[in-house]
């Protein structure tokens, strides 16, 4: 089996097979395409691990600024995680790929981050020469969805206050009842009836809405 070789754009040679390389562009979802991306390649013949560019800048590291390796690598995990990294390199070292781990760092700066790890042997003439993996960033996307979660769940819960305002407004100005009276009613209901409150809020206000004037049945408005 002929290897191929290319040059990435962090000028790190990656030799593979063809069943072995990564996923293109074209198959990759989005959301892993806009997360920093390193690259990693270790042949077993000289020990060496070579990081692209983006994976030093992942680690908060410049190229020159440390050599890499696993002790180096290590000192970065989160202690939790370190097992579980050297067990995944055994795996993949021995045995090849593609196989992936997902595990938190702590930069440079003592920043943390989300990493996930995938990697598969370095083929040459049909043969493991080595392993080559890819890193992917996930951490300002993890942020990003909770962030969105969260607006989410904020503007739900304005929704549902508004809700249960207007139908405490309907039942003071229908019986008179105080504000907290009014939300003692909507709970009572509640309860009785097995539902969230704003659900029962939810039901006043369309019964409200039908009973408009707005709303009248059109031989009324015939007369």
């Not at 819960?157 to 229908?174: C, H, T, Y």
């Not at 003692?184 to 369309?206: G, P, R």
Request: glycine fraction near 6%; charge should be negative.
């Amino acid at each position: 089996m002929t290897s191929n070789s290319t040059a990435t754009p962090n000028s790190i040679a990656v030799s593979h097979s063809t069943s072995s390389a990564p996923p293109s562009a074209e198959t990759v979802n989005d959301f892993y395409l806009n997360c920093p991306t390193g690259l990693v390649e270790y042949f077993f013949a000289d020990g060496v691990f070579r990081w692209s560019d983006d994976l030093y800048r992942i680690y908060g590291y410049e190229r020159g600024d440390v050599v890499p390796s696993m002790g180096m690598a290590l000192a970065h995990i989160e202690p939790a995680d370190r097992a579980a990294v050297l067990a995944f390199w055994d795996r993949v070292s021995e045995s090849g790929g593609p196989s992936s781990v997902y595990v938190s760092i702590r930069d440079r700066k003592d920043r943390q981050h989300k990493l996930m790890y995938s990697a598969d042997f370095i083929y040459e003439g049909g043969e493991p020469v080595g392993v080559w993996g890819v890193v992917v960033d996930l951490t300002q996307s993890i942020h990003t969805d909770r962030h969105q979660l969260a607006t989410e769940a904020v503007a739900a819960s304005a929704r549902n206050r508004a809700i249960i305002e207007q139908a405490k407004g309907i039942l003071m100005g229908r019986t008179g009842a105080t504000a907290d009276e009014a939300y003692e009613l909507i709970s009572q209901q509640s309860q009785a009836l097995n539902k969230k409150v704003y659900a029962i809020a939810q039901e006043i206000v369309d019964r409200a809405a039908r009973r408009s004037p707005g709303q009248q049945n059109p031989r009324s408005e015939q007369n």
